[in-house]
């Protein structure tokens, strides 16, 4: 790695710091402020004054809330996120469980968006303003404007409900068995060589991952497309086509690289929105990941937990972001770091 | 069915029939024992710790793995032995005491005793034990008045109250006052929420948070084995979604079916809608405390502007029942003697002009934004008695907060007229109406949303408490309903149904009124 380049990454994961402090501030702030006290949620229709003062108590909510925070920091640094106030789980223990259900699930949908948006994409450039072009774009329209809640049952209905192609819902068929090493199914199975739990774990992505994608990839195959039709108007890529090279190679080689950046930072940017249509996916499809974790928490105002999932998921966010700064210079010999 | 399993239920069956029930509950015999059961409900199992647990979809799990002193009868509120084989209370009514069954033992070995029970007692109610569960938010319910709890021996154990207090034998036979082991306890710490162990007819297995736990059959149970092998519980929480599942198969039973969703369970020969009377009751609260409501000629004016009937037909699918009393005819006193308001929104309004108002009134009708049992669509309901409250000249905006802010403000008596509800714990008419329309509950953070204080209905209540013989309990209940209903410091609206849904292979299954699905005496045909 040249000099400049690992300076650079180091002066990113510098900045990283003051993020994530502020992340954890704000979220602590906000989760305070929002109405309603878990003590009172938790005891619902039945608390009594003393009730609520015993219980408020043990769960530490007595105390100024600089006090609370203080505590929280500290703790946070020596990696204890606390304890749930529902379940008294280890919030730490809690992600470590659920998050790769949900990174499964996001990575397979996006895995998808991207492959199928950039095909889809380019396909509809190359042939601007035909009728394959007319007809995708108006499904990638159709595709970002539809409620994942509905596409999601519908999907259901139709290939596992009425076809039953794939299973209706959950992660893995109860009676199969699989050793939970890394909590990712696929790479477990994969770790064990489990063939049938691969392929069930697989035919029980397919349906939420589908659906996760629809969103980010009508997005990726709008930004390819409008990405790639500005590329292929450039001098150089007339050059090249004088140059009599095949026009496959022409886009593929030429105009598509350049077109990348634009498109991988939308892929960046989408991880955060993925993540968080992750909740509506999970909930139908009963996935067991963070989505609702963070959804029955919020409602439970398990602050712990709320905290927890927020950072983590401002750590994946704040990852991708560099990696796709990263591959800017690997896309674009112009870019450099310093 | 395979023939292997032909023979061993030939052969279990005479056996657990030769012996005499144990319980209400094993008055049939399994039909056939093996399988694995599996029930789907609505949302996910947050805690195994029975003593810390306080939501239903956790209480379904903890229910099925451990046992209470006393438990309630298989079809009614009423309690009956379980870990204890009987009782006795002391003339004042501050000393009892339970004979404890022998021989039982928990799942991991340590025998069951009087130690264990005090042990339970202990760590949910003195929040410096050792081992106190994180909020045991149920504790200081559950063992009102009990001031200490002693083990006279291994197998008698000895409760002190402060006062006489009737309602504690249904308290003990709640999911709160489950024993716990304390080996087990001890072992796990915090822990234990995750690695429970009780006595009950399942043992724990295996829990993937989120998605299933996993239980087998206490082959040594002592009121005899469950009928399946082992039962999941699973986590779907999109109410279609459950039922399409049931439908192909992937789960046996569900609960929380959405009402559009009856007709369909009902034209599928391969399912079970079952629906029984709820132990709940929706109402608007009127605060007595604010003016006009402090006239109870405006009150009963409200109460004639409602049409309940309609309300059950729109939003609860005919299912529910229109309610008179604040308890639910469920719970032993109902009064069913009581006349209800009937709808007369023309009657409502010349009500309302002999009380000062020839023109109606302008108020506000709070609504709180979460669906509960008693409230399925609470925006649309809120709507709709806004529409028929109209009609009687009672002109409402409606103004609603987030759940947990709403209840505060409510509980402080901030609304003029609010929509809310209580879910029967124990099916005591205690838990009813002494919590929510006694003088005591009638202040700021009480249960009492309408702060009406009749110091007649609230003698009446008190006494109720410490009578030990319920005939006489009951009188005094059935005397307050009808003060109550006289004064009407509430709407009372609707008592939502029990409903659960099961596929045909289901047998022997009923929904108990509690809403707590025990299912260890559930076989599946096939």
């Avoid at chain 1, 598509?256 to 996916?281: C, H, K, M």
């Avoid at chain 2, 072992?187 to 736990?213: S, Y």
């Avoid at chain 2, 092998?229 to 039973?253: A, C, Q, S, W, Y």
Wanted: hydrophobic share 45%; charged share 20%.
């Amino acid at each position: 790695m040249p000099a400049p380049m690992s300076r650079y990454l180091l002066r990113r994961l510098l900045e990283m710091i003051p993020v994530f402090f502020g992340v954890i501030l704000v979220v602590f702030v906000i989760s305070r402020l929002t109405p309603g006290d878990p003590a009172r949620i938790i005891l619902g229709e039945r608390a009594t004054p003393e009730a609520l003062a015993q219980l408020r108590d043990v769960l530490g909510l007595n105390e100024p809330i600089p006090t609370q925070f203080a505590r929280y920091l500290v703790r946070a640094l020596r990696g204890d996120l606390g304890r749930s106030i529902q379940s008294n789980e280890r919030v730490i223990v809690d992600l470590a469980t659920r998050f790769p259900a949900t990174l499964e699930l996001t990575l397979g949908a996006m895995l998808i968006a991207s492959t199928v948006g950039v095909l889809t994409g380019v396909l509809a450039a190359v042939r601007a303003n035909s009728w394959f072009d007319g007809v995708s774009m108006f499904v990638a329209l159709f595709g970002f404007s539809m409620p994942i809640f509905w596409l999601g049952i519908m999907l259901i209905l139709l290939f596992a409900w009425l076809l039953g192609w794939f299973p209706i819902s959950g992660r893995l068929d109860l009676t199969v068995d699989l050793a939970r090493v890394t909590g990712f199914y696929l790479l477990d199975a994969l770790l064990t060589r489990n063939w049938a739990a691969l392929g069930n774990a697989l035919r029980h992505l397919v349906l939420p991952a589908v659906t996760l994608s629809t969103v980010p990839l009508a997005i990726i195959a709008r930004m390819t497309r409008s990405s790639l039709l500005e590329v292929l108007r450039q001098d150089y890529v007339r050059t090249a086509r004088a140059k009599g090279l095949p026009e496959r190679r022409v886009v593929l080689a030429h105009a598509l690289r350049n077109a990348a950046i634009p498109v991988i930072t939308v892929i960046g940017l989408n991880v955060g929105s993925l993540l968080s249509g992750a909740i509506l996916t999970e909930t139908i499809f009963a996935w067991p990941g963070v989505g609702r974790l963070v959804v029955d928490a919020i409602f439970a105002r398990d602050y712990p937990v709320v905290q927890g999932t927020v950072l983590v998921i401002a750590v994946v966010f704040v990852a991708v972001n560099l990696l796709v700064d990263l591959s800017y210079a690997a896309l674009d010999p112009r870019i450099r770091y310093g | 069915m395979p023939a292997v399993l032909v023979i061993a239920s030939l052969l279990v069956a005479p056996a657990l029939s030769t012996a005499a029930p144990r319980t209400s509950w094993d008055a049939t015999a399994c039909g056939r024992v093996g399988g694995t059961l599996v029930f789907g409900q609505a949302q996910d199992t947050v805690s195994l710790d029975p003593n810390d647990v306080d939501d239903g979809f956790s209480v379904n799990n903890t229910s099925n793995m451990f046992d209470t002193l006393v438990r309630f009868r298989a079809e009614t509120t009423q309690v009956e032995p379980s870990l204890a084989e009987s009782w006795t209370v002391s003339p004042d009514g501050k000393t009892w005491t339970f004979r404890l069954r022998r021989g039982v033992k928990f799942h991991d070995g340590t025998p069951f005793n009087a130690e264990a029970v005090k042990f339970t007692f202990e760590r949910t109610t003195d929040k410096k034990h050792p081992y106190y569960p994180g909020s045991a938010p149920y504790g200081g319910f559950t063992y009102q008045n009990v001031t200490k709890v002693d083990a006279a021996d291994d197998s008698t154990v000895r409760f002190t109250l402060s006062a006489p207090f009737s309602p504690l034998l249904t308290n003990l036979a709640m999911f709160s006052a489950a024993v716990v082991s304390p080996t087990a306890v001890k072992k796990w710490g915090k822990d234990f929420f995750k690695h429970p162990v009780g006595t009950g007819a399942f043992r724990f297995v295996e829990w993937v948070q989120k998605d299933h736990i996993t239980m087998e059959a206490n082959k040594d149970y002592w009121a005899g084995r469950p009928c399946v092998d082992r039962l999941i519980i699973r986590g779907i929480p999109d109410n279609t979604v459950r039922l399409l599942e049931m439908e192909k198969g992937g789960i046996h039973m569900m609960d929380q079916v959405n009402p559009p969703d009856y007709d369909r369970i009902k034209k599928n020969k391969g399912l079970v809608l079952f629906t029984g009377a709820g132990l709940n009751t929706g109402y608007v609260a009127l605060n007595t405390t604010k003016e006009p409501f402090n006239d109870v000629r405006v009150r009963r004016a409200v109460n004639m502007a409602v049409n309940k009937p309609a309300l059950i037909k729109a939003f609860y699918e005919g299912v529910g029942q229109p309610a008179k009393n604040p308890i639910p005819p469920t719970i032993w006193s109902y009064n069913d003697a009581v006349k209800p308001y009937d709808y007369d929104p023309e009657g409502a309004k010349k009500l309302l002009a002999e009380a000062g108002y020839p023109n109606g009134i302008t108020t506000e009708l709070w609504w709180p934004n979460r669906a509960r049992p008693y409230l399925t669509q609470p925006q649309k309901i809120a709507e709709a008695i806004q529409a028929q409250l109209a009609k009687g000249g009672i002109r409402a905006k409606l103004v609603t907060f987030e759940w947990g802010t709403y209840l505060q403000k409510i509980s402080n008596g901030e609304h003029p007229m609010a929509i809310v509800g209580w879910i029967g714990d124990n099916g005591d008419p205690d838990n009813f109406l002494y919590v929510l329309l006694s003088k005591n509950e009638a202040k700021k953070g009480g249960n009492n949303y309408s702060f009406y204080a009749n110091t007649q209905v609230n003698d009446l209540l008190l006494k109720a408490q410490q009578i030990g013989d319920q005939a006489t309990r009951s009188r005094h209940y059935q005397q307050a309903q009808e003060i109550i209903a006289r004064d009407a410091p509430w709407v009372p609206l609707v008592h939502a149904a029990r409903v659960g849904a099961y596929r045909m292979e289901v047998q022997n299954f009923t929904l108990h009124p509690l809403q707590i699905w025990w299912l260890h005496r559930v076989w599946i045909s096939k």
